[in-house]
């Protein structure tokens, strides 16, 4: 059902659970220490689960979110230097940008240079456990349009965008844009 943060879980345990006294314990104190009660998603539990699939309308041909998908995917594949896979199932994209046309070697850096330029968040790939500095993560869920302006902004940032070394004053190397800063 799409509410950010409203995650509702639950726990079977089947066979002799003598066997597993310590390790229910355990699970049950962890939760109680790190976990607080989602009331409403607890709410929406039953209706999550025996209700409307939503979802369907949402995802099948003409839908929201296979637009957006469709949309996001199409505009990253068409910016020289980027690739991107069809997702089938998340709701965001995992592009891969091309090391060497950019001179990647931190996508954090990348990153950063785009919020500071164009005001647009994009997430490293880096801070998903990927590795290499090559792959970034783009939420599909915003409008069509708000989509379309952000990798619009993307695309133009991404037209000349190299990463290169310079030192600064502490001596240190790091990485900046070519144009701008």
Not at 51 to 65: C, F, H, K, N, Y
Not at 75 to 85: D, K, R
Not at 114 to 119: I, S, T
Not at 133 to 159: G, N
Request: aromatic letters at 8%.
């Amino acid at each position: 059902y799409r509410s950010a943060g409203f995650r509702v879980g639950w726990m079977v345990v089947s066979g002799k659970k003598e066997r597993a006294v310590d390790y229910i314990r355990g699970l049950d104190m962890l939760a109680n220490m790190r976990l607080c009660s989602n009331v409403p998603g607890q709410y929406a539990i039953q209706t999550a689960l025996n209700g409307r699939r939503s979802i369907d309308d949402l995802v099948g041909s003409g839908g929201r979110l296979r637009v957006q998908r469709d949309l996001c995917v199409e505009m990253l594949n068409a910016i020289p230097g980027v690739s991107c896979v069809r997702p089938k199932a998340a709701l965001y994209c995992f592009p891969k940008l091309d090391v060497d046309r950019f001179g990647l070697q931190s996508d954090e850096r990348l990153v950063l240079d785009f919020l500071k330029q164009e005001k647009v968040l994009l997430v490293q790939g880096t801070g998903f456990n990927w590795t290499e500095p090559d792959h970034l993560r783009i939420v599909f869920l915003p409008p069509a349009e708000q989509l379309r302006e952000a990798l619009d902004r993307f695309a133009a940032f991404l037209d000349g965008y190299v990463q290169r070394e310079e030192d600064d004053p502490a001596g240190r190397s790091r990485r900046r844009r070519r144009h701008g800063e």
